[in-house]
């Protein structure tokens, strides 16, 4: 079995409200050293084969199709055996 | 003439959209549940404002790619007027069927109130009945409603006069003060190309009787029905 881990995080042109908020609620708790904060999303997926060639194909197809939008997302992602 | 209101799983304005065309203005309405590929013979699709597939993922992702929408793409293709309101705008521009991408609210709030939008184009078919410039008073019940697309694509929105509502004061100013959600240049709706797809973010179906606080909605509908009667006849 494969496993499939896909982090998908808003471009960098891309405003991310949610992790401004964050930040500055860190740095209310004492944290003043932080350049940045990213909000994204982590997606696994568990695959019922081994071909890690075709796992890469199929992962990035499910990415491009539906997973993440590529107007204001990025996305990376490894696969690795279970 | 018959309009279509599609349903889906987690869709809760579809009987708002459904009563207001059958019980105030009076015309042919049928649910298409998302399921189906039926369109035909209608003439109007609403996709209403919701939740569909619980925003899962992103708003309108999943929803994207459910067999109705499938229909529809072929139907506004072939030039059919459909409307998405709301979740409907969100699931259009999923679809590819309107240019840019929501973005969650500036705030993070999920914000459910009147607002006032300002008719920036009203040489539509979804327009036509309101003066060039008018101000709709009209509910937003949205967490993304943070219109975005990058520059080429706002310049050609512009370009093309499809921003169709910006919103604005109650004296028609577009400026960032009157901006609820962070929307890029307060867009508020759009429309595509070719003139038959119009997305809004603002609830029409809700603004269609006096008793309601504002029937500034009601000539939404009305325009299309005028469109589609002057041109059936």
Avoid at chain 1, 57 to 80: G, Q, V, W
Avoid at chain 2, 40 to 60: A, E, Q
Wanted: glycine share 8%; charged share 25%.
């Amino acid at each position: 079995m494969l496993r499939a881990e896909i982090n998908i995080t808003l471009k960098r042109t891309v405003s991310d409200p949610q992790g401004l908020t964050i930040k500055h609620a860190l740095e209310s708790l004492g944290y003043k050293d932080l350049a940045d904060v990213r909000i994204g999303k982590l997606v696994i997926i568990k695959l019922n084969f081994k071909d890690k060639i075709r796992a890469e194909k199929e992962i990035n197809e499910m990415c491009k199709k539906l997973l993440a939008n590529p107007i204001i997302e990025d996305y990376h992602f490894k696969i690795s055996e279970e | 003439m018959e309009f279509g209101v599609v349903v889906f799983p987690g869709s809760n304005c579809d009987q708002d959209c459904f009563y207001v065309i059958k019980d105030v203005l009076k015309k042919p309405v049928r649910y298409i549940w998302h399921k189906d590929t039926d369109v035909d013979g209608l003439n109007c699709v609403i996709l209403p404002g919701g939740f569909s597939y619980g925003d899962y993922l992103r708003t309108g992702a999943i929803a994207r790619f459910s067999k109705v929408v499938e229909s529809i793409t072929n139907f506004a293709r072939k030039g059919g007027t459909v409307i998405g309101i709301c979740n409907g705008f969100q699931i259009l521009l999923e679809a590819g069927l309107l240019p840019g991408v929501m973005l969650r609210n500036e705030n993070l709030h999920f914000i459910c109130r009147y607002v006032y939008i300002k008719t920036e184009n009203n040489q539509t078919r979804f327009t036509k009945l309101y003066n060039a410039g008018q101000i709709l008073k009209i509910p937003i019940a949205h967490n993304e409603g943070n219109y975005y697309i990058d520059a080429a694509g706002l310049k050609e929105l512009r370009n093309n006069n499809q921003i169709i509502f910006r919103y604005c004061s109650a004296r028609g100013e577009v400026s960032e003060q009157f901006n609820p959600n962070g929307a890029l240049d307060n867009i508020a709706g759009i429309i595509n190309k070719k003139g038959n797809v119009l997305g809004m973010m603002p609830h029409p179906e809700r603004s269609s009787e006096e008793k309601l606080g504002s029937q500034d909605g009601y000539f939404i509908f009305e325009s299309i029905i005028n469109w589609l009667e002057n041109r059936i006849i």
